[in-house]
């Protein structure tokens, strides 16, 4: 069940907004200090400019980081849920990519206007006129410098919030556009061998990608339940014990990559030197 806060965003949520946020004070810090010739707002459009291309590129070195572990993690009961969490969470298309870039084009924007407009609003900063007749320039630059210090918390919180709302406004048109689908598709005609295989649900294998991406638990899919043939034999105590199913092998005999197996009226041979049993193998 999940226990998490609605009102909370998920930590994936506050993982974007940091990079996006520290992105941006990066690149608008490292023009700084600007010399009166130029413009400040021209350096904040700069940066504004190259976060999505940024976010773009970071997007896929992960993604390529998680296929290429994909191909390469071995097939065990125990790493199960890793390899379902990066086919969930990387299994798109390349668009991804690309929509990760104009989340953050369009997020830092939203996030800087409210942050400077309610920054400004906590703290003004005399004018120049009034900094002149009062003297209070050490004033004016000390809240100035406070208010570069305070713009990347609250662009930190709103980017958290826009993010979570993003994860929450794809769930909801997942979910309308596979029940629209699913009642929208045609009836087909079935073969007799396939009449009792459950189909997946479409409005769980999207919910499952966007569960994936938010870094919550993942949705049980509706999975095709044919019934195995039990046609398996363990060879113990001197006598052939069975048939089990392979799922029986690894349940209720514990098989280990020594233990001896066969399958039907076939020759005896170690667990561990048939693949399909790799998966039902018990570590000892």
């Known amino acids: 069940m999940n226990t998490w806060p609605k009102w909370l965003p998920y930590p994936i949520s506050w993982i974007r907004a940091l990079g996006l946020t520290y992105a941006l004070s990066v690149l608008v810090k490292s023009q700084f200090p600007v010399r009166q010739s130029d413009s400040v707002v021209a350096v904040l459009i700069a940066a504004w400019i190259t976060v999505p291309f940024l976010f773009t590129f970071f997007h896929w070195v992960i993604a390529s980081v998680a296929r290429f572990l994909l191909t390469h993690l071995p ?5 199960a849920p890793v390899r379902q969490y990066l086919t969930d969470r990387w299994s798109g298309s390349e668009r991804s990519h690309w929509r990760e870039g104009l989340n953050a084009f369009i997020i830092t924007f939203v996030a800087f206007v409210v942050s400077f407009l309610v920054v400004s609003f906590l703290t003004p900063v005399p004018s120049k006129t009034e900094a002149s007749e009062y003297g209070s ?12 210090d305070i713009i990347p918390i609250g662009m930190l919180v709103v ?8 994860l929450w406004a794809r769930h909801r048109r997942s979910v309308k556009s596979a029940a629209k689908a699913k009642t929208q598709e045609p009836t087909k005609r079935r073969s007799p061998l396939t009449k009792n295989v459950p189909v997946p649900d479409p409005v769980n294998l999207e919910l499952n990608q966007l569960r994936g991406e938010s870094g919550m638990s993942q949705m049980k899919t509706a999975k095709p339940t044919v019934p195995e043939v039990p046609e398996w034999y363990v060879f113990r105590s001197g006598n052939a014990e069975g048939p089990y199913t392979k799922l029986q092998l690894l349940d209720v005999q514990q098989i280990t990559d020594r233990t ?25």
């Open 260 to 284: 001896k197996v066969r399958r039907g009226e076939a020759e005896w041979q170690r667990a561990g030197d048939i693949p399909e049993l790799v998966a039902y193998l018990t570590e000892k």
């Open 75 to 79: 097939a065990h009961p125990k790493i």
């Open 137 to 148: 320039y050490l004033l004016r630059r000390n809240v100035l410098r406070l208010r570069l």
């Open 159 to 166: 980017s958290a919030y826009l993010y979570q709302y993003d």
